[in-house]
């Protein structure tokens, strides 16, 4: 066998291998995107059967502007749930007392807005020439 064959045999047993182990690959993705939608409905499920529709529907508004504190207090409420602190239905005010504490708790980040004028180009003598 000369170089070009051997060369040939070698890319064509590579491809063979990439394709074995790409096709588990995608077999383990799929997999694992099922488990997670699982998880996902089953989370979604217990939530819909604890919560009453206004603290659900504050929920998803929280969910929309803050999805990391909206995954945590719902995990929150699902552990409270499995483990029997919760007695009846969440309703709108216990789940503004339970956000409240888990505000408390969290650090405050400081954000704040700084303007520099220098940078932006704006002077307050451009303001007088307009021509006149």
């Given at each position: 066998?000369d170089?070009?064959?051997l060369d ?11 394709s074995?182990?790409g096709g588990k690959?995608?077999e383990?993705?799929k ?5 997670a ?5 089953a989370?979604?499920?217990i939530?819909?059967?604890i ?17 990391e ?5 719902e995990?929150m409420?699902v ?15 216990q789940?503004?007392q ?6 408390s ?7 704040s807005?700084?303007?520099?004028r ?7 003598d451009?303001e007088?020439d307009?021509?006149?």
């Amino acid at each position: 066998m000369d170089d070009k064959e051997l060369d040939q045999i070698r890319q064509q047993r590579i491809a063979q291998m990439e394709s074995q182990f790409g096709g588990k690959d995608a077999e383990q993705q799929k997999a694992m995107q099922d488990r997670a939608r699982q998880q996902e409905d089953a989370k979604n499920s217990i939530l819909s059967q604890i919560m009453d529709q206004n603290a659900r529907a504050r929920l998803n508004t929280l969910k929309i502007s803050k999805p990391e504190k909206a995954q945590m207090v719902e995990g929150m409420i699902v552990r409270m749930a499995q483990m029997g602190q919760l007695q009846g239905k969440l309703d709108d005010a216990q789940l503004v007392q339970l956000l409240e504490s888990v505000n408390s708790q969290m650090p405050r980040s400081t954000s704040s807005v700084k303007f520099d004028r220098r940078r932006a180009a704006i002077d307050s003598d451009d303001e007088d020439d307009y021509g006149l």
